[in-house]
């Protein structure tokens, strides 16, 4: 019914790690030239049995030798695994491999805008893979989230530029850019301990403010954590700005202040307040959000951070949040309530 030359083309167009977890596998170890998972087809528990490699496209699954259940001669190409898999038959195989490809069936002639696009998505299905292969934590060598983070970056779009801030900003907190595994493109922002540790990657979606807006690569213990702290540590200041939240973080920072740090929500908890006196402060400027969340919020933290050092607040108005002044006004504002001290 369809050429060989058609099927040879769904077979090329497949991206081998993200066609298998559009399958459904659980890719748990890869090496330069294959893929190891549980297998899928006879629900093998074995987490390393099934083996597909990734410059023949072929797969095989040492377990119960399943490749070999619909055949006396087995078909190990990826559509027959996609008909072991999902059960269905050569032709209803194709057409699920090009629901995945984007790639017609017709044998019609292609013109530029539909090349073009089939060459996107390709770029996008490849891009999704190395993102997910970054994103796997288990024995995960110390060194990779530095190596993602080089590879986002490598990757910036202009996002964060359209709210105003600098080249150089984005460069100094190592912003980037990728797209997640649902093909959405996301702004990454590198999250790190007071030790200057990945201890995440956050992602923040650009296409809309559709939920979730952020997106971690994996989790991390917030409550101990304070966005850009590391930084702070290593301006000389014995008195830390906190923040909410990322944005609030850089526009400081362009103010002329490295000594700010993010609790990365609405208040400062028990745990972050605790990391802020061991690493040495004795001085807290708190300013969140001038909204119901951040008045709340400044209402539980000031008497929490204020038995641990000296703390000042500085209540904002009108919903506003340290990104939307001007440098200049915020850095006035900042001088005034840094003299009380």
Same mark, same amino acid.
């Given at each position: 019914?369809? %050429?060989?030359?058609?099927?040879?083309?769904?077979?090329?167009?497949?991206?081998?790690?993200?066609?298998?977890?559009?399958?459904?596998? @659980?890719?748990?170890?890869?090496?330069?030239?294959?893929?190891?998972?549980?297998?899928?087809?006879?629900?093998?528990?074995? #987490?390393?049995?099934?083996?597909?490699?990734?410059?023949? @496209?072929?797969?095989?699954?040492?377990?119960?030798?399943?490749?070999?259940?619909?055949?006396?001669?087995?078909? =190990?190409?990826?559509?027959?695994?996609?008909?072991? =898999?999902?059960?269905? %038959?050569?032709?209803?195989?194709?057409?699920?491999?090009?629901?995945?490809? &984007?790639?017609?069936?017709?044998?019609? @002639?292609? $013109? !530029?805008?539909?090349?073009?696009?089939?060459?996107?998505?390709? $770029?996008?299905?490849?891009?999704?893979?190395?993102?997910?292969?970054?994103?796997?934590?288990?024995?995960?060598?110390? +060194?990779?989230?530095?190596?993602?983070?080089?590879?986002?970056?490598?990757?910036?779009?202009?996002?964060?530029?359209?709210?105003?801030?600098?080249?150089?900003?984005?460069?100094?907190?190592? *912003?980037?850019?990728?797209?997640?595994?649902?093909?959405?493109?996301?702004?990454?922002?590198?999250?790190?301990?007071?030790?200057?540790?990945?201890? %995440? *990657?956050?992602?923040?979606?650009? !296409?809309?403010?559709?939920? #979730?807006?952020?997106?971690?690569?994996?989790?991390?213990?917030?409550?101990?954590?304070?966005?850009?702290?590391?930084?702070?540590?290593?301006?000389? %200041?014995?008195?830390?700005?906190?923040?909410?939240?990322?944005?609030?973080?850089?526009?400081?920072?362009?103010? &002329?202040?490295?000594?700010?740090?993010?609790?990365?929500?609405?208040?400062?908890? #028990? +745990?972050?307040?605790?990391?802020?006196?061991?690493?040495?402060?004795?001085?807290?400027?708190?300013?969140?959000?001038? !909204? &119901?969340?951040?008045?709340?919020?400044?209402?539980?933290?000031?008497?929490?951070?204020?038995?641990?050092?000296? =703390?000042?607040?500085?209540?904002?108005?009108?919903?506003?949040?340290?990104?939307?002044?001007?440098?200049?006004?915020?850095? !006035?504002?900042?001088?005034?309530?840094?003299?009380?001290?």
């Amino acid at each position: 019914m369809y %050429s060989a030359d058609k099927i040879n083309q769904l077979k090329d167009a497949i991206d081998p790690e993200s066609f298998l977890q559009y399958l459904g596998f @659980k890719i748990t170890r890869t090496s330069s030239n294959e893929l190891r998972a549980p297998c899928l087809i006879h629900g093998g528990d074995n #987490p390393t049995a099934f083996c597909f490699k990734t410059d023949t @496209k072929r797969w095989r699954c040492f377990t119960h030798r399943c490749e070999q259940m619909n055949s006396d001669k087995p078909q =190990t190409d990826v559509v027959s695994l996609v008909m072991c =898999t999902k059960q269905i %038959s050569f032709r209803d195989a194709l057409m699920t491999l090009s629901d995945y490809t &984007g790639i017609s069936l017709e044998e019609d @002639k292609k $013109d !530029d805008e539909t090349i073009s696009r089939l060459r996107s998505e390709k $770029d996008i299905r490849a891009y999704v893979s190395m993102s997910n292969r970054l994103s796997r934590r288990e024995d995960e060598l110390p +060194e990779l989230p530095e190596k993602r983070i080089k590879e986002y970056c490598s990757r910036r779009t202009d996002y964060f530029l359209k709210f105003g801030f600098l080249p150089s900003t984005l460069e100094y907190f190592q *912003i980037g850019s990728k797209i997640d595994s649902e093909g959405v493109e996301r702004a990454t922002v590198p999250i790190r301990d007071h030790l200057g540790n990945v201890v %995440s *990657i956050s992602g923040r979606r650009t !296409d809309s403010d559709e939920e #979730p807006r952020y997106k971690l690569d994996w989790k991390f213990p917030k409550s101990k954590i304070l966005y850009n702290l590391n930084n702070a540590l290593i301006s000389g %200041s014995d008195t830390i700005i906190i923040v909410e939240g990322f944005k609030a973080c850089w526009a400081v920072y362009e103010a &002329g202040f490295n000594n700010v740090a993010a609790c990365m929500g609405s208040l400062v908890v #028990p +745990e972050q307040a605790l990391v802020l006196a061991s690493t040495g402060f004795t001085k807290c400027l708190l300013m969140l959000d001038g !909204d &119901g969340s951040g008045y709340n919020g400044m209402e539980k933290s000031i008497p929490l951070v204020s038995r641990l050092m000296r =703390t000042v607040p500085v209540y904002l108005e009108n919903k506003l949040s340290p990104d939307d002044f001007t440098r200049q006004d915020l850095k !006035d504002l900042l001088d005034i309530y840094l003299a009380i001290f």
